[in-house]
């Protein structure tokens, strides 16, 4: 049955989809989900926002990547948005797939200030290791123990061992490289840092009022200027060691100060977490474990549905 909160309105629909991590089966049951949910007519032309982290943790990487690289042909009038997380910068950066820095240094340079933790954090050191950004080292490394919150890690400190498993090849192999499709590679090359659009609705008790979304991984760095931190993504600067919007935790959690009396959503994924706060939104409740569910939040309604959900 339709929610009545996704029924249609004057606005397009906009979606965006929290933290996928190899999960097919999730991602396959969210999406009928949402197209259960929405009127079939404003389904078909939604915005879709993928808010990043497609890969680790769970076992079927390859197969989201086919799955999200079918939605444009079979969803030709929607329009979908992939944005890139710290785990797809780390797996593009193995594969050499990366934006080479534009100030013309080597990857190699963003190693520098950080050498000290190569043995603990047990950085990639096999082949071709010497083109690799410092995090695509540490995703294709192998670290065993446990994270700050008990997980055990899977293979590395990025949880990268399903991943190189999803291909058919052992963790840390570089024969990862050869075994991931042309396809694969082009999408995770062609991933975005930020998206931005305009005139979003979202559903207030006065009606629906129109805000700017910008869209990135983990959020925008609350101190940092945004206009100076959009640069940056929007020119996908890998001379950078850890891209704080990527990557960062208590530094992008809040709306930036700029932005603290402006019409603008921040919208994320990244923190294993379901939060909304105002005009901060962060859609990740499933973190890549099993057990969670996994999330999308429809605009205007502001409606979450969940990959759980039993619809009829």
Not at 43 to 66: E, H, M, W
Not at 91 to 113: I, Q
Not at 201 to 223: F, P, W
Request: glycine fraction near 10%; include cysteine.
């Amino acid at each position: 049955m339709e929610n009545p909160a996704c029924k249609p309105n004057t606005h397009r629909i906009v979606c965006c989809i929290g933290d996928i991590h190899g999960h097919i089966d999730k991602l396959q049951s969210l999406w009928s989900n949402l197209e259960t949910q929405i009127d079939p007519s404003h389904f078909q032309s939604a915005l879709i926002i993928f808010l990043g982290d497609y890969c680790d943790r769970g076992p079927n990487t390859s197969k989201v990547l086919d799955f999200l690289i079918s939605l444009p042909s079979k969803y030709p009038k929607q329009t979908h948005v992939f944005l890139c997380g710290n785990h797809d910068f780390a797996f593009a950066g193995f594969l050499g797939v990366l934006p080479e820095p534009a100030d013309g240094s080597k990857f190699s340079d963003t190693w520098s200030g950080f050498e000290m933790n190569e043995a603990r954090e047990g950085w990639y050191k096999e082949e071709g290791y010497e083109r690799m950004h410092v995090q695509s080292r540490k995703w294709g490394g192998k670290k065993s123990g446990f994270t700050g919150k008990g997980f055990a890690l899977m293979g590395s400190l990025y949880d990268a061992a399903p991943t190189f498993e999803s291909y058919g090849v052992p963790h840390g192999s570089p024969d990862l490289m050869k075994a991931v499709p042309p396809e694969h590679k082009k999408f995770l090359a062609d991933l975005v840092w930020v998206h931005e659009e305009e005139n979003v609705g979202i559903e207030t008790a006065e009606g629906i009022t129109e805000y700017k979304l910008i869209a990135v991984h983990a959020g925008l760095e609350k101190k940092r200027g945004v206009e100076e931190q959009l640069r940056y993504l929007k020119a996908r600067d890998t001379s950078i060691p850890k891209v704080e919007a990527l990557s960062g935790r208590e530094n992008v959690w809040d709306m930036p100060e700029d932005l603290s009396n402006a019409a603008t959503i921040v919208v994320s994924g990244h923190h294993g977490k379901l939060h909304s706060q105002g005009l901060r939104l962060i859609i990740d409740e499933s973190g890549g474990r099993e057990y969670n569910p996994m999330a999308a939040i429809v605009l205007p309604s502001m409606t979450i549905v969940r990959d759980t959900h039993v619809l009829k």
